[in-house]
């Protein structure tokens, strides 16, 4: 099942100025690579899945790769997230993540 990622991360770039000279970036949903594992294969309801989101935090300080884990246990369904964390930024504002299926076509109607 995709995982289905909406929104804008918004990053605070730490700086040795200090507050004053506060760096803010912002990463959209359409700039993230991912790739999907089995992180385990042998669970009782299935393989859990994992997606890494990732994309490159570009500021006046340097670049630095930035990652997301999203597990999926069982499948299309999340069960923890592993945001970005670094002495060098601050995650302010995440994306949404979901997790399921695409959306049905058929109706009872």
Same mark, same amino acid.
């Given at each position: 099942m995709p995982i289905f990622v909406k929104g804008t991360s918004v990053f605070r770039v730490l700086t040795e100025e200090g507050e004053n000279n506060e760096i803010i970036v912002k #990463? +959209? +949903?359409?700039?993230?690579?991912? =790739?999907? &594992? *089995?992180h385990d294969a042998d669970r009782g309801m299935g393989p859990e899945y994992l997606t890494t989101f990732s994309a490159t935090l570009d500021s006046e300080t340097g670049e630095e790769e930035v990652e997301w884990f999203v597990y999926e246990y069982p499948e299309g *369904?999340?069960?923890? #997230?592993?945001?970005? &964390?670094?002495? &060098?930024? =601050?995650? #302010? =504002?995440?994306f949404e993540f979901e997790g399921g299926h695409f959306p049905d076509d058929t109706s009872d109607e």
């Open positions: #990463i +959209s +949903s359409a700039d993230l690579q991912q =790739e999907r &594992t *089995v *369904v999340l069960n923890h #997230i592993e945001r970005p &964390t670094s002495a &060098t930024y =601050e995650l #302010i =504002e995440d």
